[in-house]
């Protein structure tokens, strides 16, 4: 099973959302921490406007998830139009964490796990967009 990590890179002081496996040991050469987000388990709904809202909130996350198997199948698109190496890579880690967060949304999980990886999607979009344009002779 995977699990979303935020990391304390201690030089630079910035949280950074990393993807690792559960069963993973730290690396000790490394100067970073690794914070593990804990998964919260809410008590059950009892008054109807508590169910009410449960039920919104699976309908809603269901719904993101929908949309995010679309995008999944955008960047797929994209892969396939690139020809650099470094942004292939990082559009196939897109592509397979988008997934892991449709999976999510779907149960629908919309804990700190889910949200880091949101934020680690986003960064390996930029990651990519930012090598594209190095590629194109921008800045």
């Given at each position: 099973m995977k699990t979303y990590r935020l990391t304390l890179m201690a030089s630079l002081g910035l949280l950074?959302?990393?993807w690792a496996q559960e069963e993973e040991a730290p690396d000790a050469k490394s100067a970073v921490r690794e914070v593990?987000?804990?998964k919260i388990v809410y008590p059950e709904a009892v008054t109807?406007?508590?169910r009410k809202a449960v039920a919104k909130h699976a309908i809603g996350s269901q719904k993101l998830s929908g949309e995010q198997d679309e995008l999944s199948a955008d960047v797929q698109e994209l892969i396939d139009e690139q020809t650099s190496e470094k942004v292939i890579q990082l559009l196939e880690q897109v592509e397979e964490i988008m997934a892991e967060v449709t999976t999510s949304l779907?149960?629908?999980d919309t804990g700190?796990?889910?949200?880091?990886a949101e934020t680690e999607i986003i960064e390996k979009i930029y990651e990519?967009?930012?090598q594209r344009s190095q590629q194109n002779g921008g800045t």
């Open positions: 950074a959302p990393t593990i987000i804990p109807e406007g508590q779907d149960q629908p700190g796990g889910t949200i880091a990519a967009a930012k």
